[in-house]
């Protein structure tokens, strides 16, 4: 049984939202400020973080980034109010993996949790690599090296540390090296949900991997093709 830790405090909609998950067969947790959401997701080890923006104690931007200090791997999915790009960027640049604006439908919400639960687990080549080892597979494009079994990843032998949004874009574009790839292809691989195509989530997590991956090498690997998309490859 999955474990979802819900930060909420609007009790009708931890009512609507507890009440809805566990008939789909979800273990809910609540915490109903940030501080308490923060200790309960860091005391324990839940599948996923379902987590509002405007909280007392702790707003949940900075419950994400506490919650990022120590956990860079499970799936975060805020809820707001908040529904402008600007609100949103913010949630995502705190860390968060998704977003949903308030108000939303269940059905919207369950296909949201189910696309990051889907996102978290290893995500594996359709052939198997030349490169297996038993601990699991390695993917390797240029210096960049992927372990999928411990979710390490270097750059010429230095760590960097992904989220589990990031971490699963590296491995989409390393398993299509060379071909461009179409922001609606990435949205629907990545996200798994059906996204208007106006977002710019994909910009936005695309940035963020440039500055973990290429900000500090000469040798940049992930290109803007305009008015197509991305693509990973060597200059």
Not at 86 to 106: A, C, H, M, Q, R
Request: with cysteine; net charge negative; aromatic share 8%.
């Amino acid at each position: 049984m999955k474990k979802i830790v819900l930060i909420e405090d609007e009790t009708s909609v931890v009512s609507f939202i507890k009440k809805g998950l566990q008939e789909k067969g979800y273990e809910v947790s609540v915490a109903f400020d940030g501080r308490t959401g923060v200790n309960l997701v860091l005391e324990n080890d839940f599948d996923l973080v379902i987590l509002d923006i405007m909280l007392p104690e702790m707003n949940g931007l900075d419950v994400c980034k506490e919650i990022r200090r120590h956990n860079k791997q499970v799936p975060i999915l805020f809820l707001t109010a908040l529904g402008t790009s600007e609100n949103i960027v913010l949630g995502l640049e705190s860390g968060g993996d998704d977003y949903l604006v308030k108000p939303f439908k269940f059905i919207e919400l369950v296909a949201r949790i189910k696309s990051l639960l889907r996102r978290s687990n290893p995500i594996l080549a359709t052939e198997t690599p030349e490169n297996e080892t038993d601990q699991g597979y390695i993917f390797q494009f240029s210096d960049i090296v992927v372990n999928d079994y411990t979710k390490k990843v270097t750059r010429a032998g230095e760590e960097i540390s992904l989220t589990s949004t990031e971490y699963k874009l590296l491995l989409y574009f390393i398993n299509n090296p060379e071909k461009v790839i179409s922001r609606a292809e990435i949205l629907d691989t990545v996200w798994g949900v059906n996204y208007e195509l106006g977002t710019n989530v994909v910009d936005v997590y695309v940035n963020y991997l440039r500055k973990k991956i290429d900000n500090q090498e000469d040798n940049k690997l992930i290109h803007t093709v305009i008015g197509m998309g991305y693509v990973l490859k060597n200059p």
